[in-house]
């Protein structure tokens, strides 16, 4: 079981930057794929970037390629997305998720755990 919540998320103009945080608990953490979704209103929850077990793979989504960077630490337990030059289009509700799973995985029904979500607006 794992219990997950996000934090980072506000008001930003377009070009700037923000960096989300997710709090993980649960002995093995460090054996999970994380997975950063986002849903805007009236919208299905996309996909945005994930990470592998390790750190080692890393996928994301085209329009995020450049500018949107996720990282983990095993440490503490934490998985991070940093997003720079944001654009009024990436304004969504962004969601942490976890999937006990060895292959990295780009869609929500693959993921079984997930946080209560964290709001992102970006003003043009």
């Known amino acids: 079981q794992v219990q997950l919540v996000e934090s980072g998320g506000g008001l930003v103009q377009a070009g700037g930057s923000l960096r989300l945080s997710c709090a993980a608990s649960?002995?093995?953490?460090?054996?999970?794929?994380m997975g950063w979704f986002r849903q805007a209103p009236g919208k299905e929850r996309e996909f945005v970037a994930a990470?592998?077990?390790?750190?080692?793979?890393?996928y994301s989504r085209d329009s995020a390629k450049g500018r949107f960077t996720i990282s983990r630490d095993n440490a503490k337990n934490t998985v991070f997305l940093q997003m720079n030059s944001l654009k009024p289009e990436d304004t969504a509700a962004y969601y942490c998720?976890?999937?006990?799973?060895?292959?990295?995985?780009?869609?929500?029904?693959?993921?079984?755990?997930w946080g209560q979500g964290t709001q992102v607006t970006v003003s043009s």
């Open positions: 998720a976890a999937a006990n799973t060895i292959v990295v995985r780009t869609t929500p029904y693959d993921y079984p755990y």
């Open positions: 649960g002995r093995t953490f460090s054996r999970h794929v």
């Open positions: 990470i592998s077990w390790i750190g080692g793979i890393t």
